[in-house]
């Protein structure tokens, strides 16, 4: 077992909700556009930071999909390259939250060394 990093972030950067570090795989779809494998990384009961192969639209509405998850929709709050910022319309139940921080959570002190898993 592991702990897992929760940031409070201050009342300066408007999160209501602790984030927590995530490696997990997801798929985004803008309204009316194409589907997109992206990372999560950054991730909070109302939120989540995408990493994307393509550029997201800022304001855009979208849908993310988790493996094993309901489809959570959103809209993207900020977009700087290839990462985007999105929070979610209705903020995830503490069941879900708890199955994606205990199957995709990034310990602090990150992922173990490949030779430490063989």
């Given amino acids: 077992m592991f702990t897992i990093e929760v940031l409070r972030i201050g009342a300066a950067n408007r999160?209501?909700?602790?984030?927590?570090?995530?490696?997990?795989p997801g798929i985004a779809r803008a309204q009316?556009?194409?589907?997109?494998v992206c990372r999560v990384a950054d991730f909070a009961r109302d939120?989540?930071?995408l990493l994307t192969c393509e550029?997201?639209?800022?304001?855009?509405?979208?849908?993310?999909y988790f493996p094993y998850?309901?489809?959570?929709r959103g809209t993207v709050r900020w977009a700087d390259d290839?990462?985007?910022?999105?929070?979610f319309d209705t903020p995830m139940s503490d069941a879900e939250y708890a199955f994606v921080i205990d199957r995709y959570g990034v310990p602090p002190e990150g992922p173990?060394?490949?030779s430490a898993t063989a």
């Fill in 69 to 72: 998850l309901r489809p959570i």
């Fill in 32 to 36: 009316g556009g194409a589907a997109l």
């Fill in 15 to 24: 999160r209501a909700n602790a984030r927590a570090r995530l490696d997990a």
């Fill in 82 to 87: 290839l990462i985007a910022g999105v929070q």
């Fill in 112 to 114: 173990p060394p490949l």
């Fill in 47 to 49: 939120g989540a930071q």
């Fill in 55 to 64: 550029p997201l639209d800022r304001d855009s509405d979208l849908t993310l």
